[in-house]
């Protein structure tokens, strides 16, 4: 019988890095993993949908260059070649896992793992003993049992990024992040996307002031947005709502995921609703199981994940680390422009804040790169300046959040991050004034 010191089960975003971090602090690690390297970020999520999306932005961003005066005659996308660039890519990636894991001699396990009452491991008809375990199982997609469904002929993100042809229609059913991404990945492409959401808005954990720019993007886009109404039926290639029929020539639902919790369905560990239930150390009922990512609930994340696999390994390593702040957890949106967040909604503070909001159009580098629609909004506690939350939405946001969110996790406030000289012209100098307006002080407002 095979003895660990640990093993995680599960591959993806969560589980290698835990698995990384525990070997290169002297543990004695194995991985089972049933499927891939990479989990559904690597291959059905994440990575594929950005890897689109940036196919996307270029034929955007040629077909804006017009108003420039830079004419070109045609824009000819060849959608196969594009989609084996992704596969390219992505395998590139998986690769490197590998050899990640390779380095940190790691013993890796391809198959499917059952834990026994007993708290040990079979895989591939063998047992193996590990003095902890880490949960890293991830998720699936979810899908409504509408009425008609078993007729129906549908994707979800476990399928979407396997097509070969460019869809002239697509229907998406949601109205959250995949959804929405998903229609800035094809409409560009020259598919024609309806999205239908019955909730009264998209994007409703988004912040509300950056809903209705990307509304706007979407409508620009020539993407048809219904909203505000009941599922009754899908019939045939069609979908039946109480706003009327709408039909499809492909389907996807984007309507969330569900925990894989297969591996330890006998086990009776303590549950929070469809979730694993942890404490702070992210430790289970059972006191040598940890379980992080998916099927954990929070923040459906790949970085939500490996930092709580950081996390277990250190208290498995006895270190009793700091819990991790969800105020820290940085929220992103890959569409055109993105959105990005951390901490707190303007709506969510329940305590004396001043709220400054600076629009990127009197910002010098984004008027010249052309890329002036959005803000950045900073929210800081009255009395002591604390950083309770910030959002920017514009070209770049998921990385021009960055220095906001550095600053909070450092244990400054407005005052630090209005200090830091930023380099002129950049986009993120306007960070400097989003945090001087809390004092008044703002150049460019």
């Known amino acids: 019988m095979k003895k660990f010191d640990l093993t995680v089960i599960g591959a993806g975003a969560g589980g290698y890095v835990a698995a990384i971090h525990a070997a290169k602090s002297g543990l004695k690690v194995a991985i089972i993993e049933k499927g891939k390297v990479g989990g559904a970020c690597f291959n059905l999520g994440c990575i594929p949908s950005k890897i689109m999306l940036e196919h996307s932005k270029v034929v955007q961003k040629i077909r804006e260059s017009a108003q ?6 045609s824009i000819d996308v060849d959608f196969p070649k594009l989609m084996s660039r992704k596969e390219k890519i992505i395998q590139q990636l998986l690769d490197d896992i590998h050899v990640f894991i390779q380095n940190a001699t ?19 008809g063998e047992q193996i003993k590990t003095d902890h375990i880490i949960l890293a ?11 008609g469904l078993e007729n129906a002929k549908y994707h979800t993100t476990d399928t979407i990024f396997n097509i070969r042809e460019l869809p002239k229609q697509l229907t998406i059913i949601g109205g959250g992040v995949i959804a929405v991404e998903m229609a800035f990945s094809l409409a560009p492409l020259g598919t024609k996307v309806t999205i239908l959401n019955h ?33 009754q039926e899908i019939r045939e290639n069609e979908v039946i709502t109480s706003r009327g029929n709408y039909p499809f020539e492909q389907l996807l639902f984007a309507t969330g995921r569900r925990p894989n919790l297969e591996v330890v369905s006998d086990l009776n560990l ?12 992210y430790q289970t009922s059972i006191p040598n199981m940890y379980a992080i990512g998916d099927i954990i609930g929070g923040y459906q994340l790949a970085h939500a994940a490996s930092a709580e696999g950081i996390h277990a390994v250190e208290a498995i390593l006895g270190n009793h680390p700091k819990p991790i702040d969800p105020d820290t957890i940085p929220r992103c949106v890959y569409t055109n422009p993105e959105i990005a967040t951390f901490g707190l909604l303007e709506d969510e503070v329940e305590e004396e804040c001043i709220v400054t909001k600076l629009p990127f159009k009197t910002n010098p580098k984004a008027l010249m790169e052309g ?32 220095s906001m969110l550095s600053v909070k996790v450092a244990g400054g406030n407005a005052d630090d991050l209005s200090k830091i000289i930023f ?9 400097g004034d989003a945090a001087r307006a809390v004092f008044w002080k703002a150049i460019h407002s």
Request: charged content about 25%; hydrophobic content about 40%; overall charge negative.
């Open 423 to 431: 380099p002129h012209p950049t986009v993120s100098e306007h960070i």
């Open 68 to 73: 420039w005066g830079i004419t070109v005659p």
């Open 137 to 147: 199982t991830g998720s699936k997609p979810f899908v409504p049992p509408f009425k």
């Open 199 to 231: 909730s009264k808005d998209i994007l409703q954990t988004e912040e509300p002031e950056a809903r209705p720019i990307i509304r706007q993007k979407l409508h620009d886009l020539g993407v048809e947005l219904v909203l505000d109404f009941e599922f």
């Open 270 to 281: 303590e549950m929070d609703g469809h979730f694993i239930k942890v404490n702070d150390e």
């Open 106 to 124: 790691i013993t890796f396990i391809t198959g499917e793992a059952k834990v026994t009452s007993d708290g040990n491991i079979t895989v591939n």
């Open 371 to 402: 890329n002036d629609v959005g803000f950045i909004k900073f929210i800081a506690s009255k009395d002591r300046h604390d950083i309770l939350g910030a959002c920017v939405v514009g070209d770049g946001a998921t990385e021009i959040l960055n």
